[in-house]
């Protein structure tokens, strides 16, 4: 998977950010830094929300 944005490699947490975020449907997705610039965040705040995505049981962060 490649970010769409600027091509880099996307994670399985990225892309799992990016459905929770955006749409839960969507095939595209976004890396930690272009998600960081599109919700006006930090990279370590966007880590952090998607650890406490994971410890609440979300499906989309294994």
């Given at each position: 998977m490649k ?6 490699s ?6 799992g ?9 969507t ?6 830094d272009?998600?960081a ?11 952090d929300?998607a ?8 499906t989309?962060?294994?």
């Amino acid at each position: 998977m490649k970010c769409v944005t600027c091509g880099k490699s996307v994670s399985r947490d990225e892309a799992g950010l990016t459905r929770k975020l955006i749409n839960r449907g969507t095939s595209e997705n976004l890396c930690y830094d272009c998600l960081a610039v599109r919700f006006r965040t930090t990279v370590p705040a966007l880590h952090d929300m998607a650890e406490a995505f994971r410890q609440a049981g979300c499906t989309l962060f294994c």
